[in-house]
T-cell receptor, first 111, second 117 residues
Framework: EDKVVQSPLSLVVHEGDTVTLNCSYEVTNFRSLLWYKQEKKAPTFLFML????IEKKSGRLSSILDKKELFSILNITATQTGDSAIYLC???????????FGTGTRLQVFP | DSGVTQTPKHLITATGQRVTLRCSPR?????VYWYQQSLDQGLQFLIQ???????AKGNILERFSAQQFPDLHSELNLSSLELGDSALYFC????????????????FGPGTRLTVL
């Protein structure tokens, strides 16, 4: 059965800290891995990763994929209170278009 | 704002009832996906439509059904509601043209929160 596991489940940090969120997966016919940020409601798209070793970057956020070890990390540097959210990792696999989601990492950033 | 719209924002209803959730995809997107998010299950894929046709099914209950109309909006119908159906229901859309081909980002709507009392 396809599986996506995120760790840690929850993270509490102070503003300015750097955090690393992990996502590992076991799926058949991997196609892509996506990161989303969920604040109050809708998950908002952050990154899509399809190739190993190529870092994607957007401001203070960056992510990289390792297809050999079957994991991805999402880094957030110089965290701000506005980064507080649930970060979701999802994998697209097989021959359908559905996304398989992990349970998410809840990040809380305090001033 | 992702460009995906969902109505209503919130629904409160009783067990045994039937509700309809509505979704309008981003302009130009042909694929619509429905997901359910409950506290204990995380985000779970329910069903996908592509240009009016069912494309993929996830763990969707038989009491649930969906359709995509010629104008590409989609409706998710939930019937014989149970307490356990209380959840956030998300719609997402993408411009994907063929299953099994290139990957495409799914953009999520704001969700409909369903509360079954």
């Amino acid at each position: 059965e396809d599986k996506v596991v995120q760790s840690p489940l929850s993270l509490v940090v102070h503003e300015g800290d750097t955090v690393t969120l992990n996502c590992s997966y076991e799926v058949t016919n991997f196609r892509s891995l996506l990161w989303y940020k969920q604040e109050k409601k809708a998950p908002t798209f952050l990154f899509m990763l399809t190739s190993s070793g190529i870092e994607k970057k957007s401001g203070r956020l960056s992510s990289i994929l390792d297809k050999k070890e079957l994991f991805s990390i999402l880094n957030i540097t110089a965290t701000q209170t506005g980064d507080s959210a649930i970060y979701l990792c999802a994998v697209e696999a097989g021959w359908t278009d559905k996304l398989i989601f992990g349970t998410g990492t809840r990040l809380q950033v305090f001033p | 704002d992702s460009g995906v719209t969902q109505t209503p924002k919130h629904l409160i209803t009783a067990t045994g009832q039937r509700v309809t959730l509505r979704c309008s995809p981003r302009s130009g997107d042909l694929s619509v996906y429905w997901y359910q998010q409950s506290l204990d299950q995380g985000l779970q894929f329910l069903i996908q439509y592509y240009n009016g046709e069912e494309r993929a099914k996830g763990n969707i209950l038989e009491r649930f059904s969906a359709q995509q109309f010629p104008d590409l909006h989609s409706e998710l119908n939930l019937s014989s509601l149970e307490l356990g159906d209380s959840a956030l229901y998300f719609c997402a859309s993408s411009s994907r043209r063929s299953s099994g081909g290139w990957s495409d980002t799914q953009y999520f709507g704001p969700g409909t929160r369903l509360t079954v009392l």
